[in-house]
């Protein structure tokens, strides 16, 4: 049985239609990344799983039911904008939206002690949620999406505002909830991040998928396209027609291969041009490079 299944959803807004014919079918107990520029679709769609939205064509299913009421009840959420009550205390926030979920005044606040000691919040247990930094606010948030234990989470952009020590907490506790049977939906545009985490990936552009699957498959299909070099010294090699296009950082480049092109002649001409090559590796493209590939050639 699928977490969640779309089928042929289409959702307009007067002349512009934000979701096109979207087909998608995402697996029970994984992390899948939800991706696209912006504008692209992915906030209608996460809308509409949610029963927010009601699409114009096509059918929603949540675990294997049609969406509606009942749905939005298994699936957490945790939106782009914060909507969090600023003058409310911490600790009751969290054991007021976990009442809204079904539970005990007496289990929220259990759950909530324990959420917040984990996320090193608990001396802010009495605190207003405005006295709290942006990072604080983002892991209450967080906190009161996943406080009712639900089968599906749907978390959009769960890393902003949060330094890499809170982001790691977060990654680590969404792996948790995948390897305990939950369903996690991870909307966000930090590349690296669905590189770590995810099992698969529905990248959505102008409203339609372009491109999903398995993430390691995804990869493997362009086979290792791109050639990471650190080097000194001149950088006239890098004009070689083997090169499709070249991607400068702080010690070296990478640089994507033509189709068909061989990467010895490219070391070759490297060596030959009066280069120290110091590092000469050829690997599989990036999810960001693939990102951009697909999002404006699309």
Known sequence: MDAIALENVTKAYD???AVNA???RIKQGSVV???GPNGAGKTTTIRMIMNILVPDEGTIRVLDKPVGEESRNWVGYLPEERGLYPRMKVLALIVFFAALRGLTEAEAEKRAREWLARFELGDWADKKMLDLSKGMQQKVQFI???IHKPPIVILDEPFSGLDPVNAATIKDVM???RDNGSTVILST???EQVEKMCDSICLINHGTNVLDGELRAIKQSYGKNTAHIEFEGADSFLNHPSIASVNRFGSGVEAKLKPGADAQEL?????QSGARISRFELL???LNDIFIEKTTHA
């Open 15 to 17: 002349s512009v239609t």
């Open 284 to 286: 599989e493209p990036s």
């Open 33 to 35: 990344g939800l991706l």
């Open 189 to 191: 545009h930090r590349m």
């Open 144 to 146: 009161t999406a996943v």
């Open 267 to 271: 070391l070759k001409a490297a060596v």
């Open 175 to 177: 792996l948790e909830m």
């Open 22 to 24: 979207v087909n998608l």
